[in-house]
């Protein structure tokens, strides 16, 4: 197992145990599934990205830009597609899964970026 998959594992961990806590407070179905559904999408969207980054590079350096950045602007519509579906379609508790899906985001985000660092100096 790669160490970006433990890691992905570890914060996935934390969270949910983190986000126990609003569940058992609130004690509401809609809470709990959107505090459940926020990591899944939030780690897909990890996965994804790993994959385009080590897709790219293997390539050249143009094609490498092209496919992470181009990448991420296609992974930010598919996101913003699923938040806008979520708050229409969906009985879930909105602001309870945009607030968890910032959170893990923006985490494993940072693992993202940690990733194409380590790779371009090491």
């Not at 983190?18 to 996965?47: D, G, R």
């Not at 496919?67 to 508790?93: E, S, Y």
Request: glycine residues 8%; proline residues 2%.
């Amino acid at each position: 197992m790669s160490i970006y998959l433990r890691w992905l594992f570890i914060v996935l961990f934390f969270g949910l145990l983190f986000s126990l806590f609003p569940i058992f407070k609130i004690q509401e179905v809609e809470v709990t599934l959107s505090l459940l559904l926020a990591p899944a999408v939030a780690a897909a969207n990890y996965i994804v990205g790993i994959k385009l980054i080590k897709r790219g590079f293997y390539a050249s350096q143009a094609t490498f830009m092209k496919t992470v950045f181009g990448g991420m602007g296609i992974r930010l519509l598919v996101l913003g597609a699923i938040i806008a579906a979520v708050n229409v379609c969906a009985k879930l508790d909105f602001v309870a899964f945009l607030v968890g899906l910032l959170g893990y985001y923006t985490v494993l985000l940072a693992l993202e970026v940690w990733y194409v660092h380590t790779r371009l100096n090491g």
